[in-house]
C-alpha cells in the first residue's frame, strides 16, 4: 500500500462512524479512509454483529467500479479481508447531508443526482451477492420491530411527551400486521441491489457536487426499501408529503407505490419513536402530524 518512502503524519476521526471503526490516514503523499469492522456496531459495542459486513461492502464497490455512478462513490484502493480492513479514496473536506434537517429543504440538482444515482444502483447487473443477513436482522429489529411495540425507549428524556405520543402507534395492532408483512419482505433475498441505508448521513455534499457512502447494509431486496426510506426522510426533512410523488415522477420506473408508502412511513415512525434517533427541531404536533401521516401511508 506505501511506497518506500513514505510515511503516516496523522490519523484522525472524519466523522462519527456508527458501525465500523473509520479513519482518515494522512501520510507525507495522500491520505485515505480506513474502514475496519469489529465482532460488534462500533457506537454500540454491547450490540453484536458479524464482521463479515465489510466484505458486503467491498462487494459493492467491485459491482460499481466500472459503472457511470463510480464517480459518485469514493473509489476503492484495497481490501485486507483477513484484518476486515477496506482503504478507500479520502474525498476531503465534505460534509454529510444530514444538515437538511435543519434547512428543511433539498437543493433540486441533489436531489435529482440522489435519485440518479439510486436508480442506477437498482439497474445494476448482480450475478451473486452476499445475503448481509447479520446486519439485516439486526436492522429488521430496529425498523420493524422495535418502534411498534410497548418498550422501554427513554423518549420523555429525547423531548418531553414523546413516549405518551408513541402509544399512538405502540398500542395500534393494526399496524403492526401490516409492518410486519413488509419486515418479513425485507428479510427475503430479492433480485435488485439496494444501497440499503439511502438517507442524508449517507449523502455528503463537496463542492456543490454530491457523493454517496457507506453501502454496508447493501443487498438484494426490493427496489421500494431504498426508495420508501429517502422519502421518509425527505418527508420529515421538508414536513411535507410533497417529496414523495416528487420521487415517483422523478424515479420513472416500475415501482408498487403501495409499498414504497408503506416503507416511508414505517421509517418516519421509527425515526420519531425508535432508537436511532435524528437531529429533528420539531415540536410534538409536528411529530404527531407526521406520526399520523406514516399511519396513513402503512394502512392505505
Not at 467500479?65 to 479520502?90: A, G
Not at 438517507?199 to 457507506?214: A, F
Request: charged letters at 25%; glycine letters at 4%; one cysteine or more.
Amino acid at each position: 500500500i506505501f511506497s518506500s518512502d513514505e510515511k503516516i503524519l496523522n490519523i484522525k476521526v472524519p466523522g462519527e462512524g456508527n458501525m465500523n471503526v473509520v479513519l482518515r490516514i494522512e501520510t507525507n503523499k495522500t491520505s485515505f479512509i480506513l474502514k475496519q469492522s469489529r465482532p460488534y456496531v462500533n457506537k454500540y459495542p454491547d450490540i453484536k454483529n458479524s464482521k463479515k459486513r465489510i466484505i458486503v461492502e467491498n462487494e459493492f464497490y467491485e459491482l460499481i467500479k466500472k459503472s457511470e455512478i463510480n464517480k459518485f462513490f469514493p473509489n476503492k484502493i484495497d481490501f485486507i479481508e483477513k484484518d476486515f480492513i477496506l482503504l478507500l479514496e479520502d474525498l476531503g473536506e465534505c460534509k454529510d447531508m444530514s444538515y437538511l434537517y435543519s434547512s428543511k429543504t433539498i437543493n433540486e440538482d441533489h436531489f435529482n443526482s440522489l435519485i440518479y444515482i439510486l436508480k442506477s444502483i437498482h439497474q445494476t447487473k448482480v450475478k451473486s451477492f452476499p445475503s448481509n443477513s447479520s446486519l439485516k436482522k439486526l436492522n429488521h429489529q430496529h425498523i420493524f420491530i422495535l418502534p411498534f411495540k410497548n418498550n422501554n425507549f427513554p423518549l420523555d428524556d429525547i423531548q418531553s411527551g414523546l413516549k405518551k405520543l408513541s402509544t399512538y402507534i405502540t398500542n395500534d395492532s393494526s399496524i403492526s400486521d401490516v409492518v410486519n408483512q413488509i419486515g418479513d419482505m425485507y428479510l427475503k433475498v430479492g433480485k435488485t441491489l439496494l444501497h440499503g441505508d439511502y438517507y442524508p448521513g449517507s449523502w455528503m455534499e463537496k463542492d456543490e457536487s454530491v457523493y454517496v457512502i457507506d453501502p454496508e447494509f447493501s443487498h438484494l431486496g426490493f427496489k421500494e426499501f431504498d426508495l420508501g426510506i429517502m422519502g421518509a426522510h425527505l418527508t420529515m426533512i421538508t414536513e411535507s408529503e410533497d417529496y414523495l410523488n416528487k420521487i415517483i415522477k422523478a424515479y420513472s420506473g416500475n415501482m408498487d407505490k403501495s409499498i414504497f408508502y408503506k416503507v416511508s412511513g414505517i421509517e418516519i415512525i421509527r425515526r420519531i419513536i425508535g432508537l436511532a434517533q435524528l437531529p429533528l427541531n420539531m415540536s410534538l404536533n409536528v411529530k404527531e402530524k407526521l406520526l399520523n401521516i406514516s399511519k396513513k401511508m402503512i394502512l392505505g
